[in-house]
């Protein structure tokens, strides 16, 4: 299979391989931090937005949203979960929006997408330019130092008659700057059973060379992987919360 074929030729399957996940939680705690760190304004911009989940919550939560995706069969569900919204397709690396927003997020790890250091340099002046005067940056990172090849994460659910299992892991050689998010769909009907794999090939990086990439532009906040209370960063994890508010 190509790679990003299970995202682009299975994007129908994307909300049951993220059904476990609590967006509501996700979002509350980003709002959280902008109320704390931001500019008291209310628009904002979601990169690789996929089908809008969280910008579902950010609109209940009075925010003006866009979502922007690389990939139109996403931004397609997306638009209709959130007509209210807006939706761009461009490459997170590489944007340009014609008014600036009071917060920028990016979850699920997708900030690892940059797949070099040189297109995450990219995607964080982007940021930067896109954002107004104390504007906030957040988004969820994986230290590559810290990864485990032998973890992944798993879990089932029933849809239409079928049984799906989703499997998630990264895989990190040990040295250079792309890591890999290996996945996996099973799906089981009337005891047939279809398999699918991908690997996708995302940057990798450390939290101290990212921590460097972001400070010229941005007061720079590392908080634990944890959305249910806000605390710092243990230096330990290798997952974090960054809250980059803009220079």
Same mark, same amino acid.
């Given at each position: 299979?190509?790679?990003?074929?299970l995202?682009?030729?299975?994007?129908?399957?994307?909300?049951?391989?993220?059904?476990?996940?609590?967006?509501?939680?996700?979002?509350?705690?980003? #709002?959280?931090?902008?109320?704390? #760190?931001?500019?008291?304004?209310?628009?904002?911009?979601?990169?690789?937005?996929?089908?809008?989940?969280?910008?579902? %919550?950010?609109?209940?939560?009075?925010?003006?949203?866009?979502?922007?995706?690389?990939?139109?069969?996403?931004?397609?569900?997306?638009?209709?979960?959130?007509?209210?919204?807006?939706?761009?397709?461009?490459?997170?690396?590489?944007?340009?929006?014609?008014? +600036?927003?009071?917060?920028?997020?990016?979850?699920?790890?997708?900030?690892?997408?940059?797949?070099?250091?040189?297109?995450?340099?990219?995607?964080i002046? +982007?940021?930067? %330019?896109?954002?107004?005067?104390?504007?906030?940056?957040?988004?969820?990172?994986?230290?590559?130092?810290?990864?485990?090849?032998?973890?992944?994460?798993?879990?089932?659910?029933?849809?239409?008659?079928?049984?799906?299992?989703?499997?998630?892991?990264w895989?990190?050689?040990?040295?250079?700057?792309?890591?890999?998010?290996?996945?996996?769909?099973?799906?089981?009907?009337?005891?047939?059973?279809?398999?699918?794999?991908?690997?996708?090939?995302?940057?990798?990086?450390?939290?101290?060379?990212?921590?460097?990439?972001?400070?010229?532009?941005?007061?720079?906040?590392?908080?634990? %992987?944890?959305?249910?209370?806000?605390?710092?960063?243990?230096?330990?994890?290798?997952?974090?919360?960054?809250?980059?508010?803009?220079?």
């Open positions: 299979m190509l790679p990003n074929a995202y682009t030729d299975l994007s129908g399957y994307y909300d049951l391989m993220c059904a476990d996940i609590n967006y509501q939680a996700q979002t509350n705690t980003v #709002l959280r931090l902008a109320q704390a #760190l931001g500019n008291g304004g209310k628009t904002h911009l979601d990169l690789a937005c996929g089908t809008a989940p969280h910008i579902y %919550h950010f609109l209940k939560a009075g925010y003006q949203s866009i979502g922007l995706d690389i990939n139109q069969p996403m931004l397609d569900i997306a638009q209709q979960r959130c007509p209210q919204a807006q939706f761009m397709l461009q490459n997170m690396c590489e944007f340009t929006l014609s008014t +600036s927003v009071d917060l920028i997020t990016c979850f699920l790890y997708s900030i690892h997408y940059s797949a070099s250091i040189a297109q995450l340099q990219h995607c002046r +982007s940021v930067y %330019h896109a954002l107004t005067p104390g504007g906030v940056f957040c988004f969820n990172a994986v230290d590559k130092d810290k990864i485990c090849n032998n973890s992944s994460v798993r879990h089932s659910t029933q849809h239409d008659g079928s049984q799906f299992v989703f499997e998630s892991g895989h990190y050689s040990g040295q250079g700057e792309q890591q890999a998010l290996n996945l996996s769909i099973s799906k089981t009907c009337t005891a047939q059973t279809q398999h699918w794999q991908d690997q996708h090939t995302m940057v990798a990086v450390s939290f101290t060379e990212l921590e460097a990439l972001l400070l010229p532009y941005f007061e720079v906040h590392i908080l634990a %992987h944890d959305y249910d209370k806000l605390t710092p960063w243990d230096t330990q994890s290798g997952n974090a919360i960054f809250a980059c508010v803009k220079r």
